[in-house]
């Protein structure tokens, strides 16, 4: 287990970065095509193609998912994806034609600096095509892909990933990219708030230490919808449509659990569930409630772990990271 | 300030049971028709007259909700209120005729003891009324109202309440009747999982306590759609529906600081919210998020509170509650 999203069997994972325009593209791509729901819970989404995901909607599986920074531009990335997973002889046949599933979200961070001066066609197609091109079992976190460019209130943020089985030996994993509008960690402290749910020292190892006024102060990046929590969570239980929307809705939880506050108004909140279906049976109600109590807590984490493995833009005034405020290890 | 949802000015809480029957129902009366919304995360939900809620809906605002017992028969129990309200001459007037406006919920009570063989007529109709009738801004927590028959997985649920003050001065409430299908403490710990939210010793003042891998057991109550946690948050800041949807869906996070699993698919979890307006201004953006990180922190010190006060019934093998089980005080 390398406690990454990629603990799942049949999906990898890609970045793709501009260090000049600091940001990037996230892509999930599944082996082979996935049953998959989502759930919105923030204020301020910024989706492409999620409308097919509910049960009722006749598609019923994708071939990937895009998370991406770029705000409104950054949607273009799952146009990249979908070009590069065309190119492969993937997608949906329709008579001749073939069209590759892929919902995407993207984050805003195109005030956090770099170069966002990108004329007429901005960067985000081709992002998407490098980062669906770089899919591998492993895959870095921190300050790449999709989370090149995020923050939350006071720390850098970033990609994180965790992973967790089953009692009935299901995998289930997670993969945030961190862009809250709040705090992951508890008020001005290094502790963060996922810390009840850490596994080993994955995120630092600091946990919840005594109670304190200081975490429960209201902190708000800004006053505009202008952030949001990416995520994607998975397991290779057998699911249909309506089942992993169940886990995507169980997942929301995991925001709470890392973020203070989750769901804002200004924040854009989204969590897509995936199912890999290489699990030999099929899960029974608790085993469904496992799956997404599970993915619940794996997302919690990887919020930690995007903030504490992010390092800081390599510009004047950029947003100090985790390391860099608390050192690589305590 | 009582610490109870009748914090927010505009709004009275009513309980009624039935001790044989070992079921209830709470009602909240609001003194003025109020702006509400829902947010519906659970798998399993009861609910009656939620549809028009939505922000789209042409309804506008609610004279009352109804929490009660008795799953699908407890349903009834809007029914009585809505004629209690009539009779007191409240509704929307249409020509001559009132509708009073309340949306409900059940959570299931039915096998967790006590006389269910009621015949024809179930008595949550009668209790609906008699919750109406009783509401004050004073009322019981614990094994009262919709909370008398509610178990968690291992000890005896009930009704609880919290309010808080936003920064700016807006006034937070939240009610629940907790009958969750998972746990509200730290495995068979005494400590309860909203413990990083807790005021004063609301709840015993146990903290969060040392990491414990028997808090992170996966424990599930039974593998059939049978438990749910219940809720209401409210507050004085004048919102619209769509303002007080974007509350109940931020409120959704107390259910997943206060009890794991959350929105299981054994799991009905509901929360209402509703504003009554009295405060002197609107809320801003930044107010709104504010508001809903404290309904969700609300809610979580609710859930954990239902259970520190609750009783056990009065029946041979009846769940046992946290003051039987730890003391009423640590």
Redesign the interface.
């Known amino acids: 287990m390398k406690n990454l999203i990629t603990d799942v069997p049949g999906l990898k994972v890609g970045n793709a970065e501009d260090a000049r325009v600091a940001s990037g593209t996230t892509a999930i791509v599944f082996d082979a095509p996935a049953a998959a729901g989502v759930a919105i ?1 923030g ?1 301020a989404p910024a989706l492409r193609d999620t409308g097919l995901l509910r049960p009722e909607m006749t598609v019923a599986r994708v071939d990937a998912f895009v998370l991406s920074g770029g705000s409104v531009f950054g949607l273009d990335a799952a146009g990249g994806a979908i070009a590069w997973l065309h190119a492969q002889g993937r997608g949906v046949p329709v008579g001749a034609a073939r069209a590759p599933i892929v919902p995407g979200a993207a984050l805003f961070d195109l005030d956090h600096g770099g170069d966002k001066d990108w004329g007429r066609r901005p960067p985000y197609f081709d992002l998407g095509w490098a980062a669906a091109e770089a899919a591998r079992l492993d895959f870095q976190l921190g300050s790449v892909g999709a989370g090149c460019g995020a923050t939350t209130y006071d720390l850098k943020g970033g990609l994180g990933s965790a992973s967790a089985v ?2 009935n030996g299901f995998v289930v994993g997670a993969l945030a990219a961190v862009n809250a ?2 705090r992951a960690t ?1 008020g001005a402290s290094p502790r963060f ?1 996922a810390a ?2 850490e596994r080993g020292a994955e995120f630092g190892g600091l ?2 230490g005594p ?1 304190s006024d200081d ?2 102060v ?1 902190a ?1 990046k800004r ?2 919808p202008a952030n949001t929590t990416l995520a994607v969570v998975a397991t290779d239980a057998p699911l249909d449509k309506a089942q992993a929307t ?1 886990v995507a ?2 997942a ?6 890392a973020v ?7 924040d854009g909140d989204v969590v897509f569930a995936a199912s890999t279906g290489r699990a030999a049976r099929a899960p ?3 085993d ?3 799956i ?2 599970l993915a ?1 807590e794996c997302l919690a984490r990887a919020i930690a772990r995007g903030v504490y493995e992010a390092t800081p833009l390599p510009f004047d005034g950029a947003m100090r990271s985790w390391r860099g405020r608390w050192g690589s290890r305590q």
């Open positions: 819970p204020g089953t009692s509008a709040g508890r708030w009840a749910y946990g919840e109670p975490a429960l209201f708000l006053d505009q169940r809705t169980m929301t939880v995991g925001f709470g659990l203070r506050p989750a769901h804002a108004p200004t029974e109600l608790c469904l409630a496992e997404g109590m619940a």
